[in-house]
């Protein structure tokens, strides 16, 4: 069965000028996601598989597959 990745219901998240902004609602902790990272989570989104997610990341960055199958998993 493919792999269905699905965002954590405990991060709540907002685009704050530019920037995607997650809340750890558990801990109140705020991390911002670069570039890379908020193309991930806005890929992720409970519909599409890890394969298709690392292929558009790497039509989108040019960057090898292996390397965005360890972010998303992180």
């Known amino acids: 069965m493919e792999t269905i990745p699905k965002r954590n219901p405990d991060r709540k998240w907002n685009n704050v000028r530019g920037e995607t902004v997650l809340l750890n609602s558990a801990s109140g902790r705020y991390y911002g996601l670069h570039k890379v990272g908020r193309a991930i989570w806005e890929k992720i989104d409970g519909k599409r598989s890890l394969k ?23």
């Open 52 to 74: 298709e997610i690392v292929e558009l990341m790497h039509q989108q960055f040019n960057v090898e597959k292996e390397i965005f199958v360890k972010d998303i998993d992180d």
